[in-house]
């Protein structure tokens, strides 16, 4: 948030549900605005020009629904912003293929996950949430060359060699010209 104030005159708002957080960010200056609690229950005045969600949609039951109460908090002209991390990536297929799935503090298989995407559920998320995906960047870390060499040539199977060196997706939304204003 401080890069965005730095760059631009903006108001930056933080919807944050850990009450110390929440106090730390306005604290030390981070948002202009916080409100500590879940973003399905804000409501506000104001419409934004961006929403993020950066690495927070698989940690919610319903990422649907947040990115529909996104919709209507946004600006005609808004977008909704997400980074979100993807569990196609070779080292979550690595660890499949070897019998594992090991939960850990933070990354792909962080055990405060709740929803696991690969870029084709996130297209289903945004789009069945009123969202068209106008920017999908990846973040890429990847593979070893003689697995992913070892993947391609396996006869049978249809290896999305992209998908297996993708980390994360970052995505730019923008709500369906034609898409009702809705809670889900």
Known sequence: MKLIKSTREAQTHLVELDPDVASGALTNGKADHVWNGDFLGYQSPLKFDCIS??????HVEHPDRYLSHARTLLSASGVVLASI????????????IEGRWDYVPAGIHCVTH???FTEHTIRDLFDAAGFTMESVKRVCVPGPAEWLDQWRQTRGLKTDLASLDTYAFLIT????A???????
């Open 53 to 58: 969600f950066l690495d927070m949609l698989e």
């Open 85 to 96: 991390p993807n569990v196609g990536h070779w080292s979550v297929v690595a660890d499949l």
């Open 114 to 116: 709740l929803r696991f």
């Open 173 to 176: 939304g923008r709500p369906k």
């Open 178 to 184: 034609d898409s009702q204003q809705y809670e889900l």
